[in-house]
């Protein structure tokens, strides 16, 4: 649950929803809307999370907002002379994913854009986010600091591996196919001339495999790779040889 | 180094460079920018980050953008019928690392606002970067794609650890100087009869105990619960035993 308290610009509320759909986030609370609420200029920055804003729920304070959460989480930039406990905003969103899987309610405080929360609005909390950026440049605006909490809320919970071959939608060559391919770029290349001399022709096999090999090949490359030497051994063939140019 | 191709608004020229700033990302290249450049409208969306947009620099196409790189990410949401690697953003963010540490450049491409990047872009890749986040509602803007990757490239090298107790600008108490707490709140439960009958009396004042150990306490929040123990007792005094009310 996102709680933005005492935000300045309807626009703003707008673009945190369109942050928290792209996390797969839904529950907003507004805490004192400085314009009121509803706002039609919130609905054209959310760029299509409409449900969100429409379920958004209106509170006077922090306490009446945050009175049926069992954790209170809340984003805070600055020291504050208290002890509790700190988190990143991935830590924050992997604890977010346990206290939800025990089906407790937890709510995070966004404070208004300029000022952030006050002590009064921390002090309901229970827990701080603080967010590792550049110290030197630390100036997250509202959506962003949202944006970044729902996308490690997205990421906490997201089984795709970090790293893979995009192969969507593509066959990829067998070693058979490469092979083929090799087997005739290679016989094109001795009726050119390019293997000699004799004695250095395996070494320059080798290396156009291993530049082949380097990684998969598509079929689809594989038959445009096949179209070249087509095409180059043409003109070889119209030309004569080389040296005879 | 981030390469925004043929972006639309100079306003989002500024809000990436914002977003970048947050992560330490510095160099800013642009292909092609619809509007021209350098606009105006860019400074004022920047929030400071000037410096970025006044070293940006200007390219008139994606290849001489990048040939000065040695690797080449591109942001790609949808699905592309090529066999590429393929990376998470935090992945891509390591792997960025890695690569800056072996004193190599890289190239991250971002599409325009609309549209995205064209196959001709993506061809000019060697690693296509994916944000894993909801598909139902897959709407991040130029700026927040940009903040996400900016986030993940600081966070690779950050040393903050996730979870830890804000002791800022305060002092933990001792466990002395709690105990000596628990035993004068104590004496003042004995006094005022709380702690009766006998036979619960050891329960309750573990579980007294207990509450107070759960986390860290300050000085100052035990000169505050001191306050309030003498401030209770001499409303006990006043008004004599609660029996007797």
């Known amino acids: 649950m996102i709680v933005l308290v005492r935000p300045q610009l309807a626009e703003n509320i707008g673009t945190v929803a369109r942050a928290?759909?792209?996390?797969?986030?839904?529950?907003l609370r507004l805490v004192a809307p400085r314009d009121g609420w509803p706002q039609d200029r919130a609905w054209r920055t959310a760029s299509g999370a409409d449900a969100?804003?429409?379920?958004?729920?209106?509170?006077?304070?922090?306490?009446?907002?945050?009175?049926?959460?069992?954790r209170v989480f809340a984003t805070c930039p600055r020291p504050r002379h208290i002890v509790v406990p700190l988190r990143t905003a991935?830590?924050?969103?992997?604890d977010?994913?346990?206290?939800?899987g025990r089906a407790l309610r937890a709510a995070v405080l966004f404070g208004p854009e300029r000022a952030g929360l006050e002590n009064d609005d921390v002090a309901c909390a229970d827990t701080l986010v603080r967010y590792p950026l550049?110290?030197?440049h630390m100036s997250l605006n509202l959506a962003q600091a949202v944006m970044i909490l729902a996308y490690e809320w997205w990421t906490a919970a997201e089984p795709t591996p970090p790293r893979q071959?995009?192969?969507?939608a593509t066959k990829v060559a067998t070693k058979g196919q490469l092979e083929g391919f090799l087997d005739r770029l290679v016989?094109?290349?001795?009726?050119?001339?390019?293997?000699?001399?004799?004695?250095?022709?395996?070494?320059?096999v080798r290396n156009l495999r291993h530049w082949f090999e380097r990684g998969e090949v598509t079929e689809q490359e594989l038959r445009t790779l096949h179209g070249v030497v087509t095409e180059l051994s043409r003109g070889r063939m119209r030309r004569g040889r080389p040296e005879e140019d």
């Open 52 to 70: 969100i804003l429409e379920a958004a729920q209106l509170f006077p304070d922090v306490p009446s907002a945050v009175a049926d959460c069992h």
């Open 20 to 27: 928290m759909a792209n996390g797969g986030l839904f529950h």
């Open 165 to 168: 071959l995009q192969t969507h």
């Open 90 to 94: 991935r830590a924050a969103a992997e």
């Open 96 to 100: 977010l994913r346990e206290i939800n």
């Open 134 to 136: 550049n110290p030197a």
């Open 187 to 204: 016989a094109e290349l001795d009726a050119s001339g390019f293997l000699e001399p004799a004695h250095k022709r395996p070494g320059m």
